[in-house]
């Protein structure tokens, strides 16, 4: 035992840190997710990801070339407070490590795609200023992280602050995040992946993969935390 681990263990019993998914005390070197919760989350399909049964949601778009994502988001479960702790709890750690394990199991599982940059969702800026930061922005570092791909959160830029999506169909969604994305650099990328954290009808990210593809990319790669049934 070094002195690091004998230091953390002792203020670990003045002050201690707990899992953001479940309020278990951690424990040794466990960081914001206990070691079951890790483990056990629920996975949205096999190896932890599902591509076929999500390709539909961007039939619209056939530049779309995979669609992956790593968690399953119920109400009330475990993600839901993860993903609340990331946005509205201020924890930004979440968010690196969500990313990080997402990366991790696309890399194990072979179907990490050859992109060569990773963008992504951005916030508007009013509602950025007020959290302090983009979750999708951690998500992305964290993933980048984990797969050496690397990503940017200053290309794109929301316009305009959208009103919720909720209660809307797909098609309503599409209209009200028509031209809500700008690019703000010129870029000559081939291939991209967009990073976002939950994914629903796919609305938004379809927006934002129309509005890459008119930029002159040719692939696009749709990656989100979470998988949401709506
Ligand atoms: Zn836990």
Redesign the pocket.
Known sequence: MNLKSILRDFTDLLFPRC?E??D?VLVGNEET??T??RISLPRVGNKGLNEELLQYKFVNVPQVVSTHSFLLFTKKGKVQRLLHALKYKGNKDVGILLGYMFGQEMLTSGCLPDAEIILSIPLHKKKQKARGYNQSDLLAEGFSKATGIPWSGSILERTRHTATQTGKTKIERRENVKGVFVIKEKISYQSVIIMDDVLTTGATLEECAETLLAAGCREIYIATIALAQH
């Open positions: 899992c998914s479940c278990v997710i206990c079951a919760c």
